[in-house]
Structure formats: structure tokens, C-alpha cells
């Protein structure tokens, strides 16, 4: 099918004003693919950007980057016309200490597609070669839209040397079921997960964990399957004041402490607790580029029933409605958008 010169995309603007426009086609450059974004899903941090709360996020901004879709064009013989495809959104210097030593994710000044540079809420975007990562002809784009946040998952448990143990998780959100979900493909243990919402609980449950409506009755029933030692490792996918505070009383003696949420300011923590019992803070951002490959993998095993994750899918005229999903939570686990393709 031909490319027309314009696309439909969704714009923010400003605090509260996300606008569907048409707009011009990305320009492939030397070394670029031309991408059909089939899906975006929609995380906190679109959330955040929406409200006008992001701290780097400018207007009009093509937003979303949690994205599966297909390249149209690339010079690149490994990408041919039809690869299904996840962006990663990452973009680093290539020149600090962390980009000179293999850890890219960290850069001095890492910025990412869809807050710093436009994103994939629209029918095209383009990406340099290097970003895509091919997907399985079988791995349905609903699901591999979860490539992305699945990575956040898998680096956080990927430096984790706990197996078989007692794993809890604070926060059962989409990031907080998919740790859960990487630390069981992991070995990592058995997982208890606290999460408030009961859709959530029941989610949780679908997957094969338990869960708990609170943290204290995570902290009761560690106490009880513990001996009252606590938890191997605690996940913190949260990122709240009150769960702060309690981070090291659910976690043993020289256990593991991992900080997946990000706070948005400074939070509580009880670092004498943590001195005492000689406990491990570590704290995760975002993924190295083999997570996203990682989870790829996940993604198209068969180890993990997906259909149980909940994924609910808008079309992108109805983003509003999508971002007020995504918002409250009362619609599945995922919030996804449909952006183009073959469904559109």
C-alpha cells in the first residue's frame, strides 16, 4: 500500500491536551527504518507526561513509547520490508563513562522516543537499525507491545544471585506483574505479591502467584513461610512513601532490597534497619538492549499464559479514553493502542 504524505497521530500539547491531528510522514534517513506502529501501550510515564508533570517532556510531543509495529522501508538487509519489530526507545550519547563501558541505559544524558524525541501514538515513525529488534512471525502484536516493559523487568532481576527463595513484590501494576513474572522465569523463587487493587490481586492470581491485598499482610504471611526471617529479595514496584518505610522490615538478614519503582522525590527509608541487618540496596533503571531481546523470548515461549495478563486495547482516535483507563486501572492490567497496520 502506498505512503501518504501525511498520518494520523495523537499530540500532546500541554497539561491535559492530547489532540489527534494529522500530520507529515517521518522522512527515513541513511541508516533509519520507516516503522507501521501497530501498538503503544501506555505506562506512568505517559501518565505523567499527559498531566504536564514530566520534567523533560515538551509540546507538541508524538508521545508513547512502548511500541510494537512493522518496517516499511530500511537499508538495512537484516530488516526487510514486513519485520515485525520492537523500537527501543533508548537514546544515548555514546560518548560518557557509562556509553564507553557498555552500559548505555545509564548515559550521562539518556533521553528516549516519545518524551525527548517523537514517539509512537501515530501511523509511522522512524528508528535507526540499530534500535529495532526483530520479533517472531507468530508473536501477536498485542503481546509483544509488552516487550518493553517486560524488560524493565528482566533487568531488575537480571543481577539478583537468589534462587529458590522467598520473593516479594510491593505493587501488583503491569511492572510489578511482569517482575514477578521475570523473577520466576528466573528461578529466583517463590513470589508473594501485595497489591491493593483486587482486579490486580486477581490477575496476579491467574499468573500463578499469590497475593495480597496489603503490605502488612505480605509482611504477616512472609513472617509465617519464613520462620520470620522475611524475604529473600523485595521488589519495590511501587515507588510510595509508605511502601518505602517498610522495605527493609520485609526483607531477611542480608537480603536484597530492589528498587524498580522510580520516587518521584525523596522518600523514608530506614537506612539504620538496613546497616543492621547488612541488607543490599539496588537500585534498576530502565534495561540494557538484550532485556528487550530477553523478553522477546519470554514473549513468544510458551512458559507464561499472556491471555491472563489482561491486556485492553483502544483505537487511537479514542486515546482518551485510553489514557483514563490506563489512569484509574479499571480496565484490565495493559492499557494498549492501536495505532496502524493491518487492524487499521
Request: proline share 6%; hydrophobic share 45%; net charge negative.
Amino acid at each position: 500500500m502506498p505512503i501518504t504524505p501525511t498520518m494520523t497521530a495523537a499530540l500532546w500539547h500541554g497539561a491535559g491536551d492530547v489532540r489527534i491531528e494529522e500530520v507529515v510522514v517521518p522522512a527515513r534517513q541513511p541508516g533509519q527504518a520507516l516503522v507501521t506502529i501497530e501498538r503503544v501501550g501506555l505506562c506512568g510515564t505517559d501518565i505523567g507526561i499527559v498531566g504536564g508533570t514530566h520534567p523533560r517532556a515538551r509540546g507538541p510531543l508524538i508521545f508513547g513509547h512502548e511500541m510494537v509495529g512493522r518496517v516499511v522501508e530500511s537499508d538495512d538487509p537484516n530488516l526487510p520490508a514486513g519485520t515485525r519489530v520492537v523500537p527501543e526507545p533508548l537514546i544515548s550519547c555514546g560518548h560518557c563513562r557509562a556509553c564507553r563501558t557498555g552500559d548505555a541505559h545509564v548515559c550521562r544524558t539518556l533521553t528516549m522516543y516519545g518524551i525527548d524525541q517523537p514517539g509512537g501514538l501515530a501511523a509511522y515513525a522512524t528508528f535507526p537499525n540499530e534500535l529495532l529488534h526483530a520479533v517472531p512471525p507468530h508473536l501477536a502484536p498485542d503481546v509483544a507491545v509488552l516487550a518493553e516493559p517486560l524488560a524493565v523487568a528482566i533487568h531488575s532481576v537480571a543481577d539478583v544471585d537468589v534462587r529458590g527463595g522467598i520473593i516479594a513484590v510491593v505493587g501488583g501494576g503491569p511492572i510489578g506483574l511482569l517482575t514477578a513474572i521475570a523473577a520466576r522465569a528466573e528461578g529466583l523463587g517463590d513470589v508473594i505479591i501485595a497489591e491493593p487493587h483486587e482486579g490486580r490481586r486477581r490477575t496476579a492470581q491467574a499468573l500463578g502467584f499469590t497475593s495480597v491485598e496489603s503490605v502488612d499482610e505480605l509482611r504477616k504471611l512472609l513472617v509465617a513461610r519464613t520462620d520470620g526471617e522475611g524475604a529473600d529479595v523485595t521488589f519495590d514496584c511501587a515507588g510510595h512513601p509508605s511502601v518505602a518505610i517498610e522495605l527493609s522490615a520485609l526483607t531477611r538478614v542480608r537480603g536484597t532490597i530492589v528498587l524498580v519503582a522510580v520516587y518521584k522525590k525523596p522518600a523514608p527509608l530506614d537506612l539504620r534497619a538496613i546497616n543492621f541487618t547488612e541488607q543490599h540496596l539496588v537500585g534498576t533503571r530502565v534495561y540494557r538492549s538484550e532485556d528487550i531481546d530477553t523478553a522477546i523470548t519470554l514473549l513468544a515461549g510458551d512458559t507464561v499464559d499472556w491471555s491472563a495478563f489482561g491486556v485492553v486495547q483502544f483505537p487511537l482516535h479514542d486515546v482518551d479514553q485510553a489514557l483514563d483507563a490506563a489512569s484509574n486501572g479499571t480496565f484490565g492490567t495493559k492499557v494498549v493502542i492501536i495505532c496502524g497496520g493491518d487492524d487499521v
